[in-house]
């Protein structure tokens, strides 16, 4: 078989897995979106569930333990990606299970994470499968990674260039283009099919392209800026500080949940518990007016961010994406509201880009996120100062 012939036969056999990565990883992905969908209505319709945190928290441990993947996480994925050794199946099963009982009793945690290791696990035992060379592993990873995110997000170019930027920061990995982009679009059309809900936000006003709105728009980036390093460096610290003081996963699990408990009860609601999707839609729909509650509050953003540094130092399972998109919006609409005049909903929407491109460092997925989470039903208007609502 001539050289020509074998490379024609090994992108054939990648193109075909990363196919089939994206077919079931939309499938797995679809399940998980429902799941944890089913377990939040679960949550909010028996507030109680929040007070159990702390007992169910430890089967958590229990369980990664006797999958035998307790340390395992998204980095292990990203290096796997990058060249390491390869990922178990079975973390795909444990982040399935864990990240729902997180969710189902109020842990502040969201779903990337999850869908990140979920792709990896599938793209594993698909590289097994087709029996690929280490260096094609590595792609199906990411292709895997592209999948997985695309399905449970709907977002399928930002899951794209993001499985291409955040496995090495600064450089695309220009093997992976193809394969990613097979497996995103087709994980996105399975995950329609499973009627799986993509994440969808309104503006209702985008002002008018101005010096004004541009100089706006630039404090709240470096605003955001600063919010991103410092939430970065929170959930570095914490987690270290966690692990340092509390050295027995069980005991250190049960402790962080009977915290998110009494924040939960001093708080008053369950709106920093799990993601935070809703409250987030909250914020886009002009017909919502709660002015009693707290995530209404200039605080929000910061409640929201306490919460899940807790959450992520304890162990609790799902990532950090969601509740950073919730600690963007609440806080760009803060700013937006209080000090540059410019529409609420407008400001959220920026924050939420911001400091998603800020914690991941993707600025490629960050942008077409932006085009595909957000939408406008009217026309630019010059009045930046419209009258909407305060977070």
């Keep these: 078989m001539s050289l020509k012939t074998e490379k024609l036969k090994t992108a054939g056999k990648l193109m075909l897995a990363s196919l089939l990565v994206g077919v079931f990883g939309g499938m797995v992905g679809a399940f998980f979106s429902h799941l944890i969908s089913l377990v939040t209505k679960v949550r909010l319709s028996h507030g109680f569930l929040i007070l159990l945190l702390p007992v169910f928290a430890v089967t958590i441990v229990f369980i990664y333990k006797k999958l035998g993947v307790l340390g395992v996480g998204t980095n292990d994925v990203l290096k796997s990606a990058g060249g390491e050794s390869p990922l178990s199946p079975k973390l795909t099963l444990a982040i399935i299970i864990t990240s729902a009982i997180s969710h189902l009793f109020g842990a502040s945690v969201g779903r990337e994470g999850a869908a990140l290791q979920i792709g990896g696990g599938v793209a594993t035992v698909c590289a097994k499968v087709f029996k690929l060379s280490e260096n094609l592993r590595q792609i199906l990873i990411r292709a895997g990674?592209?999948?997985?995110?695309?399905?449970v997000f709907g977002t399928p170019f930002a899951a794209f260039f993001?499985?291409?930027?955040?496995?090495?920061?600064g450089r695309i990995h220009i093997k992976s283009v193809l394969p990613c982009f097979m497996a995103s679009l087709s994980g996105y059309g399975v995950a329609l099919l499973l009627k799986a809900h993509p994440e969808r936000f309104n503006i209702a006003f985008a002002p008018e392209f101005s010096f004004e709105i541009c100089w706006k728009i630039a404090v709240l980036t470096i605003l955001v800026s600063v919010l991103s390093i410092g939430f970065c460096h929170a959930l570095r610290y914490s987690t270290k500080f966690a692990k340092r003081i509390i050295k027995n996963e069980y005991l250190r699990i049960v402790i962080g949940g009977a915290i998110i408990v009494l924040l939960t009860i001093l708080v008053g609601n369950q709106d920093y518990?799990?993601?935070?999707?809703?409250?987030i839609e909250r914020i886009f729909d002009p017909n919502y007016i709660n002015p009693n509650s707290?995530?209404?509050?200039?605080?929000?953003?910061?409640?929201?961010?306490?919460?899940t540094c807790v959450a992520v130092a304890a162990g609790f399972k799902g990532g950090e994406i969601v509740p950073t998109l919730f600690i963007g919006a609440t806080f760009g609409a803060v700013v937006a509201d209080f000090f540059t005049g410019m529409p609420t909903d407008f400001g959220a929407a920026l924050g939420m880009v911001l400091l998603f491109c800020g914690v991941t460092n993707c600025p490629f997925a960050s942008i077409f996120l932006s085009l595909e989470l957000f939408s406008f039903t009217k026309k630019a208007t010059k009045n930046i100062n419209t009258k909407h609502k305060r977070v």
Aim: aromatic share 16%; proline share 3%; net charge negative.
């Design 273 to 279: 518990n799990g993601a935070g999707i809703s409250v």
């Design 162 to 169: 993001f499985a291409l930027e955040v496995v090495e920061v």
């Design 294 to 307: 707290l995530d209404y509050s200039p605080f929000a953003f910061i409640l929201k961010l306490v919460f």
């Design 145 to 151: 990674m592209a999948a997985v995110f695309s399905a």
